[in-house]
């Protein structure tokens, strides 16, 4: 569920907040790649020609008006949707066929605007499950959680690496929704992803909650040596803050991929993002 942006976005900091470290290298090939995708629902044409890259020390940011196309960009750069036309490269290698699950163990993981949590698993049990995945281990979910000493390891470094020590025995469904948003993001963490793509990860949370909830899982990332993250975000003060690029959607297509000083410097581009601001008079 998407909220309306909001466009009161302060200028960008000169280094972004949450900024996985430049590489060394200039110009690496890209990590993840689209070449001009187009995908169709039936006859309507949601995906138009869209060619994105995005490189090892990035923090890109996809904008734009709700339907202009942000998840369904998403879906394809995480294998979960197959382009209609064109191709996505993930490491240099085409990632037709392959599959969101393979991608995961591979090093690309994803959150889905919708938080997706048991509610009826605990803190530990939820990071568990992924991190079990991870190491290719089987867990019977129904004995006890976590007997594995190297998992309850890992288990209690993500949950310090999200602000969730305290809550490891709570269950899901009794976090407040920014902790739902943070374990939502430390089960894909589990997987030790060098790309991570966060589709609207403060939505439905509170404005006062969501400034920490991107403090904490952007410093995770941060920590836990994640080489790209790709967000989907509506609110404008939190994609300044933390972006180094924005690539602003419109009907599908690519309207902007700019640096933030350049992106906040263009109305027309704003307006198109944001909507027009109206006037206390109107
Ligand atoms: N499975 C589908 N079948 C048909 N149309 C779809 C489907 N998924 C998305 N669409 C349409 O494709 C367009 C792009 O949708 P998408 O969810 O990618 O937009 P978005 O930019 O993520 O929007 P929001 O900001 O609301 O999350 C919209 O017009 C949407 O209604
Ligand atoms: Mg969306």
Not at 37 to 54: D, H, M, P, Q, T
Not at 136 to 151: F, T, V
Not at 185 to 207: H, K, M, N, R, Y
Request: charged share 20%; aromatic share 4%.
């Amino acid at each position: 569920m998407s909220r309306q942006p909001t466009s009161n976005a302060a200028p960008p900091a000169e280094e972004p907040k949450g900024a996985p470290p430049r590489p060394t290298e200039h110009a690496p090939s890209p990590l993840i790649e689209a070449r001009s995708v187009c995908k169709n629902y039936g006859a309507f044409r949601a995906l138009e020609n869209v060619s994105i890259a995005v490189r090892e020390g990035e923090f890109v940011s996809i904008v734009g008006p709700n339907g202009a196309g942000k998840t369904t960009l998403v879906n394809l750069l995480t294998g979960l949707l197959v382009p209609t036309k064109g191709e996505v490269y993930f490491k240099g290698r085409n990632i037709a066929g392959v599959g969101p699950v393979t991608l995961a163990t591979q090093g690309m993981a994803r959150t889905f605007q919708l938080v997706q949590i048991f509610p009826e698993l605990t803190v530990a049990e939820t990071i568990a499950t992924a991190a079990v995945t991870r190491q290719g281990k089987r867990w019977r979910l129904l004995s006890p959680l976590p007997q594995d000493a190297e998992i309850a390891t890992r288990v209690a470094e993500i949950a310090g690496l999200f602000g969730l020590s305290s809550r490891l025995a709570t269950l899901s469904r009794l976090l407040s929704q920014g902790e739902k948003k943070l374990l939502d993001v430390a089960s894909a963490f589990a997987l030790d992803p060098q790309v991570i793509l966060l589709d609207e990860p403060t939505s439905g949370v509170s404005t006062a909650e969501k400034h920490a909830v991107m403090a904490t899982l952007a410093g995770a990332a941060r920590a836990a040596g994640v080489q790209a993250i790709i967000l989907v975000e509506h609110d404008m003060d939190l994609v300044a803050a933390y972006s180094r690029r924005i690539i602003a959607l419109s009907e599908g297509r690519v309207l902007a991929d700019l640096p933030p000083e350049k992106f906040f410097a263009d109305p027309v581009i704003i307006e198109t993002v944001v909507g027009k601001r109206r006037g206390v008079s109107c």
